[in-house]
């Protein structure tokens, strides 16, 4: 977001009642965020008593909790079910009568519009695109939607830049948001203390000059960007590859997957009510009993509804494949020819209040996959550039096995504490080549590297003696999608060193424990003394993993397991609840485990690997890692099955 | 010139509780201009004055569960021009038709003091499998703005606008927080009819789908998810209420009886619970 210091105003949270009258005068009502029935939903607002203050929401698909939060923050709660159509084009309104005058005559009139004044306050980026959208489909064409129009045109729109996002976010990949750029009125920033605001119209610039705050500081202007940034960060732009959906998905009106969704799908239409944009309905007619007064009404209707499509002689979308495929192909392609936009916003609510919790990001990767996977791009990397190093110190070595030790590095710059687990940094010492490895551990001051003597820059590195200064570049790459895992059971299948890349997930799962299904850590070792992190293992089972382990060849201590780590998951039935799995080791134990796992149930667009190749640039310019479409640094090194395809495993590429 | 003819209505029962019924008196901001319009010539619950036909519209609610009703229906569709049942009863065979998995002999015995007075069919069964049904009102007990919707088109001579759709939508219309995203409530509302109004979400209750099953409903689409991603219990006894018999349920009832104890079994451990 973009706001010049000297145009911003500062409001500290207790005086937000100020804003609240300003935006009452002259009769408006103010709608916003308010908590009911376990969700925040749009309802008055008088004071800010009545926005959800101190909340927080957790969404994933098919799921909707609020939880609190921490502090006071008013607008901590991302999207509810509802969106801002319930305002701008409610569910049920009268809009013409037909009445008989007797004597055959008859008189039809339209019911004109009477839209209530009404300020929106907490409308977000995504929102504020759906509008934009709504407005072309309603008033941009020949025929206008005179009561939306009113509606519109009779409302201020109070924006509020997202500080925070849930799982289902993904403005990101559709393009609109988290920035609030245009739009509003007023656009509001939360910080700790208040609020930035900045207007964006005349009629916001006359309510900003009669806030009773100050004018922004710089360091308050930095703060709210910052803020919003990180949320950017903190949602990635890898869950839809929106550039030429429209063509791929069109390609793909005869896929088997129609039919597979179909059988989840229960057409129950909750996602074209949530939808910001869907714009489907129905005229019902109320009559008196004689038929004399009749009032069309016009309320909302959705293409998943089986008579959308009927006709006296039948129904043109008869199958629920049907009528799903009209809905993701209308949205996501269509949209673009009628509309010259797509017809999805990112909000995410189809994906949160779908009953059964289908996600169309998995729909569309599965149903018209890019030809190659967006690469993330990670969280502000340190120096990122070829050539450019951030200056670590080597602070402890403690040794793992015979030839594998793990360093723990302070970096200077804190980017690089700031990775996704899965992430790999490039590792340089002066005069030797730079390789890639992966986090082990992201600590508060530290980067935990577990790094085993291979060659001679990895054995250097090694013998380092403390205080020595490395030079890092990172985290880089795809890690590990955890958000993929909330609500179920996870599967770790590691094998030998395979564990490190591994450990900051593990990390990252025990910080939220409550929020995944039952874990599986599946363990294997070429023998017991070749196993990382032996004490931690034992401390994992304690709080909540599974911890089964296994070795190739036993020693004289061994009591546990001898063989290979499928048989520790080839009795197992993944298929009764939902689960995701990430595997990690040398690439014939990948195989060979992903097998498995897929024979077990688990679908695989949710079974991850993390794959090793030659690199040396590390972020997609030098071309040593490449396999068939995929840069491994840039595009992976972690990917899904299913994005895979054929070329996992295949030898030779 | 006479005023012309009003068209006769009559509302009889078969087996059921008169609840649906009742919904006509119920409309009480429109019952005299109903009475204005139409004929209530045979109405046991609000008039004592009798008529056995013949009937422009006849409201029939309850399930065929006798001997009796199984022929009387017969001679009721001969005498009613338009046959309208009301309620889950009369549409989906009502609770009663649980019974239709039971031993009824073994059932009868054992709430029944004198089991031999009783006679009744072994099934209760909806009145559509007995004679042809112009017009289905759905619920447990029937919503009066559809009956007033139903009356109100048969006097226009339009089809009765009666949506086939899920009751999410109509939740989701009204602004309600679904109760199954948001609590984990086990709700039946995305396979159900609506035309309830939304009435059990608006209460944070799942819907238990007493207006059976909708068009085309994915009822093994919502049992998978209950059971496997929301770790719900004994998900097919969900159907097996109101409208357990509608096909689209009648499935997951067959499964939900099977596992349960046979009457007699239960009988006996309540009397030693008591003792």
Same mark, same amino acid.
């Given at each position: 977001?973009?706001?010049?210091?000297?145009?911003?105003?500062?409001?500290?949270?207790?005086?937000?009642?100020?804003?609240?009258?300003?935006?009452?005068?002259?009769?408006?009502?103010?709608?916003?965020?308010?908590?009911?029935?376990?969700?925040?939903?749009?309802?008055?607002?008088?004071?800010?008593?009545?926005?959800?203050?101190?909340?927080?929401?957790?969404?994933?698909?098919?799921?909707?909790?609020?939880?609190?939060?921490?502090?006071?923050?008013?607008?901590?709660?991302?999207?509810?079910?509802?969106?801002?159509?319930?305002?701008?084009?409610?569910?049920?309104?009268?809009?013409?009568?037909?009445?008989?005058?007797?004597?055959?005559?008859?008189?039809?009139?339209?019911?004109?519009?009477?839209?209530?004044?009404?300020?929106?306050?907490?409308?977000?980026?995504?929102?504020?695109?759906?509008?934009?959208?709504?407005?072309?489909?309603?008033?941009?064409?020949?025929?206008?939607?005179?009561?939306?129009?009113?509606?519109?045109?009779?409302?201020?729109?109070?924006?509020?830049?997202?500080?925070?996002?849930?799982?289902?976010?993904?403005?990101?990949?559709?393009?609109?948001?988290?920035?609030?750029?245009?739009?509003?009125?007023?656009?509001?920033?939360?910080?700790?203390?208040?609020?930035?605001?900045?207007?964006?119209?005349?009629?916001?610039?006359?309510?900003?000059?009669?806030?009773?705050?100050?004018?922004?500081?710089?360091?308050?202007?930095?703060?709210?960007?910052?803020?919003?940034?990180?949320?950017?960060?903190?949602?990635?732009?890898?869950?839809?590859?929106?550039?030429?959906?429209?063509?791929?998905?069109?390609?793909?009106?005869?896929?088997?997957?129609?039919?597979?969704?179909?059988?989840?799908?229960?057409?129950?239409?909750?996602?074209?009510?949530?939808?910001?944009?869907?714009?489907?309905?129905?005229?019902?007619?109320?009559?008196?009993?004689?038929?004399?007064?009749?009032?069309?009404?016009?309320?909302?209707?959705?293409?998943?509804?089986?008579?959308?499509?009927?006709?006296?002689?039948?129904?043109?979308?008869?199958?629920?494949?049907?009528?799903?495929?009209?809905?993701?192909?209308?949205?996501?392609?269509?949209?673009?020819?009628?509309?010259?936009?797509?017809?999805?916003?990112?909000?995410?609510?189809?994906?949160?209040?779908?009953?059964?919790?289908?996600?169309?990001?998995?729909?569309?990767?599965?149903?018209?996959?890019?030809?190659?996977?967006?690469?993330?791009?990670?969280?502000?990397?340190?120096?990122?550039?070829?050539?450019?190093?951030?200056?670590?110190?080597?602070?402890?070595?403690?040794?793992?096995?015979?030839?594998?030790?793990?360093?723990?590095?302070?970096?200077?710059?804190?980017?690089?504490?700031?990775?996704?687990?899965?992430?790999?940094?490039?590792?340089?010492?002066?005069?030797?080549?730079?390789?890639?490895?992966?986090?082990?551990?992201?600590?508060?001051?530290?980067?935990?590297?577990?790094?085993?003597?291979?060659?001679?820059?990895?054995?250097?590195?090694?013998?380092?003696?403390?205080?020595?200064?490395?030079?890092?570049?990172?985290?880089?790459?795809?890690?590990?999608?955890?958000?993929?895992?909330?609500?179920?059971?996870?599967?770790?299948?590691?094998?030998?060193?395979?564990?490190?890349?591994?450990?900051?997930?593990?990390?990252?799962?025990?910080?939220?424990?409550?929020?995944?299904?039952?874990?599986?850590?599946?363990?294997?070792?070429?023998?017991?003394?070749?196993?990382?992190?032996?004490?931690?293992?034992?401390?994992?089972?304690?709080?909540?993993?599974?911890?089964?382990?296994?070795?190739?060849?036993?020693?004289?201590?061994?009591?546990?397991?001898?063989?290979?780590?499928?048989?520790?998951?080839?009795?197992?039935?993944?298929?009764?609840?939902?689960?995701?799995?990430?595997?990690?080791?040398?690439?014939?134990?990948?195989?060979?485990?992903?097998?498995?796992?897929?024979?077990?149930?688990?679908?695989?667009?949710?079974?991850?690997?993390?794959?090793?190749?030659?690199?040396?640039?590390?972020?997609?310019?030098?071309?040593?890692?490449?396999?068939?479409?995929?840069?491994?640094?840039?595009?992976?090194?972690?990917?899904?099955?299913?994005?895979?395809?054929?070329?996992?495993?295949?030898?030779?590429? | 010139?006479?005023?012309?003819?009003?068209?006769?209505?009559?509302?009889?029962?078969?087996?059921?509780?008169?609840?649906?019924?009742?919904?006509?008196?119920?409309?009480?901001?429109?019952?005299?201009?109903?009475?204005?319009?139409?004929?209530?010539?045979?109405?046991?619950?609000?008039?004592?004055?009798?008529?056995?036909?013949?009937?422009?519209?006849?409201?029939?609610?309850?399930?065929?569960?006798?001997?009796?009703?199984?022929?009387?229906?017969?001679?009721?569709?001969?005498?009613?021009?338009?046959?309208?049942?009301?309620?889950?009863?009369?549409?989906?065979?009502?609770?009663?038709?649980?019974?239709?998995?039971?031993?009824?002999?073994?059932?009868?015995?054992?709430?029944?003091?004198?089991?031999?007075?009783? &006679?009744? @069919? %072994?099934?209760?069964?909806?009145?559509? !499998?007995?004679?042809?049904?112009? $017009?289905?009102?759905? #619920?447990?007990?029937?919503?009066?703005?559809?009956?007033?919707?139903?009356?109100?088109?048969?006097?226009?001579?339009?089809?009765?606008?009666?949506?086939?759709?899920?009751?999410?939508?109509?939740?989701?219309?009204?602004?309600?927080?679904?109760?199954?995203?948001?609590?984990?409530?086990?709700?039946?509302?995305?396979?159900?009819?609506?035309?309830?109004?939304?009435?059990?979400?608006?209460?944070?209750?799942?819907?238990?789908?007493?207006?059976?099953?909708?068009?085309?409903?994915?009822?093994?689409?919502?049992? &998978?998810? @209950? %059971?496997?991603?929301?770790?719900?219990? !004994?998900?097919?006894?969900?159907? $097996?209420?109101?409208? #357990?018999?509608?096909?689209?349920?009648?499935?997951?009832?067959?499964?939900?009886?099977?596992?349960?104890?046979?009457?007699?079994?239960?009988?006996?451990?309540?009397?030693?619970?008591?003792?």
């Amino acid at each position: 977001m973009v706001i010049a210091a000297a145009e911003a105003t500062f409001l500290p949270r207790e005086r937000f009642d100020a804003l609240l009258d300003l935006l009452r005068e002259g009769g408006r009502t103010v709608i916003g965020p308010t908590v009911r029935d376990g969700a925040v939903v749009l309802g008055e607002i008088t004071t800010a008593q009545d926005l959800p203050g101190g909340w927080q929401d957790e969404q994933g698909p098919g799921r909707y909790r609020l939880t609190p939060g921490h502090g006071p923050r008013l607008f901590d709660v991302v999207n509810g079910p509802q969106s801002w159509k319930q305002h701008t084009f409610p569910p049920r309104i009268p809009v013409a009568t037909a009445r008989r005058d007797g004597d055959g005559g008859a008189t039809f009139a339209p019911i004109a519009p009477d839209p209530p004044r009404l300020a929106f306050l907490g409308v977000r980026a995504c929102e504020i695109a759906a509008l934009g959208i709504q407005d072309r489909v309603l008033t941009g064409g020949t025929f206008v939607d005179e009561d939306y129009r009113s509606r519109r045109e009779a409302a201020i729109v109070v924006a509020v830049a997202c500080t925070r996002a849930v799982s289902t976010c993904f403005c990101t990949s559709m393009g609109t948001g988290p920035e609030v750029r245009e739009g509003h009125d007023l656009v509001l920033t939360e910080l700790d203390d208040g609020f930035v605001i900045a207007s964006g119209s005349a009629v916001g610039d006359r309510l900003v000059a009669r806030l009773p705050g100050p004018r922004a500081t710089a360091a308050q202007v930095g703060a709210a960007s910052a803020a919003v940034a990180a949320t950017r960060a903190a949602i990635g732009d890898d869950a839809v590859a929106n550039e030429g959906l429209r063509d791929r998905l069109m390609d793909k009106l005869d896929s088997p997957r129609w039919a597979e969704v179909a059988d989840r799908c229960l057409s129950c239409a909750n996602c074209t009510m949530v939808c910001p944009t869907c714009f489907c309905t129905s005229s019902t007619l109320r009559s008196d009993l004689d038929g004399t007064v009749n009032v069309a009404q016009r309320e909302w209707d959705s293409c998943f509804s089986t008579s959308f499509a009927r006709v006296a002689g039948g129904n043109f979308r008869p199958a629920r494949s049907d009528r799903y495929r009209q809905w993701l192909t209308h949205k996501f392609a269509t949209w673009y020819d009628q509309f010259g936009t797509s017809g999805c916003v990112g909000c995410g609510r189809c994906v949160t209040w779908c009953p059964v919790g289908i996600d169309v990001r998995e729909e569309l990767a599965a149903i018209a996959p890019p030809a190659m996977p967006v690469g993330r791009v990670p969280p502000r990397p340190a120096a990122a550039t070829t050539g450019r190093f951030d200056v670590a110190t080597l602070r402890a070595v403690g040794p793992e096995t015979a030839d594998t030790k793990t360093l723990r590095l302070v970096p200077g710059d804190p980017a690089l504490l700031g990775g996704i687990p899965g992430q790999f940094v490039m590792v340089e010492q002066p005069g030797l080549p730079a390789f890639p490895i992966s986090a082990s551990r992201y600590g508060e001051t530290e980067l935990f590297l577990t790094v085993r003597a291979a060659g001679p820059a990895s054995a250097a590195l090694l013998a380092s003696p403390l205080g020595s200064e490395i030079g890092l570049r990172g985290p880089l790459g795809r890690g590990w999608p955890i958000d993929r895992a909330l609500g179920r059971d996870v599967v770790i299948a590691a094998g030998g060193i395979g564990l490190a890349p591994l450990r900051p997930l593990v990390d990252g799962l025990l910080a939220d424990r409550d929020r995944f299904g039952e874990i599986l850590l599946a363990y294997g070792a070429r023998t017991p003394g070749d196993r990382l992190f032996v004490s931690e293992l034992d401390a994992w089972a304690g709080r909540g993993i599974e911890v089964a382990q296994i070795v190739d060849r036993s020693d004289p201590g061994w009591v546990g397991r001898v063989g290979v780590v499928t048989s520790l998951l080839d009795q197992r039935d993944f298929s009764r609840r939902p689960s995701v799995a990430f595997v990690c080791g040398p690439e014939a134990m990948m195989q060979a485990t992903t097998r498995v796992l897929r024979d077990g149930g688990i679908p695989e667009e949710r079974i991850f690997v993390s794959l090793e190749r030659h690199m040396e640039c590390g972020i997609g310019l030098c071309g040593h890692c490449q396999m068939g479409p995929f840069f491994i640094c840039r595009d992976g090194p972690v990917f899904s099955l299913a994005e895979l395809g054929d070329f996992f495993g295949r030898q030779g590429l | 010139m006479d005023a012309p003819r009003l068209p006769r209505i009559g509302v009889v029962k078969l087996a059921s509780c008169d609840g649906c019924q009742l919904t006509l008196l119920d409309l009480e901001d429109e019952l005299l201009a109903i009475g204005e319009r139409f004929e209530l010539v045979e109405f046991p619950e609000a008039s004592s004055r009798r008529s056995t036909g013949p009937y422009d519209i006849l409201l029939v609610e309850g399930s065929v569960s006798t001997p009796e009703q199984a022929e009387h229906i017969v001679e009721l569709r001969a005498r009613a021009k338009r046959l309208v049942t009301i309620g889950a009863c009369a549409t989906a065979g009502g609770i009663q038709a649980l019974r239709n998995w039971a031993d009824e002999p073994t059932w009868r015995a054992s709430v029944y003091p004198s089991p031999d007075d009783v &006679r009744s @069919l %072994a099934t209760a069964t909806p009145v559509s !499998e007995h004679v042809a049904v112009d $017009a289905e009102l759905p #619920g447990c007990p029937i919503d009066g703005r559809q009956l007033l919707e139903l009356l109100t088109a048969f006097r226009v001579g339009r089809r009765p606008q009666l949506p086939d759709e899920a009751v999410c939508m109509e939740c989701k219309r009204l602004g309600r927080v679904c109760v199954l995203v948001a609590e984990g409530t086990p709700c039946l509302g995305p396979v159900t009819q609506t035309g309830c109004g939304a009435l059990c979400p608006g209460y944070a209750r799942g819907c238990y789908a007493c207006f059976g099953p909708k068009q085309a409903p994915n009822v093994d689409g919502l049992s &998978r998810w @209950l %059971a496997i991603e929301r770790s719900t219990p !004994e998900v097919d006894r969900l159907f $097996a209420g109101f409208t #357990g018999y509608a096909p689209a349920f009648r499935d997951s009832t067959e499964r939900a009886v099977a596992a349960m104890q046979p009457p007699a079994r239960r009988r006996r451990r309540s009397n030693g619970e008591a003792g």
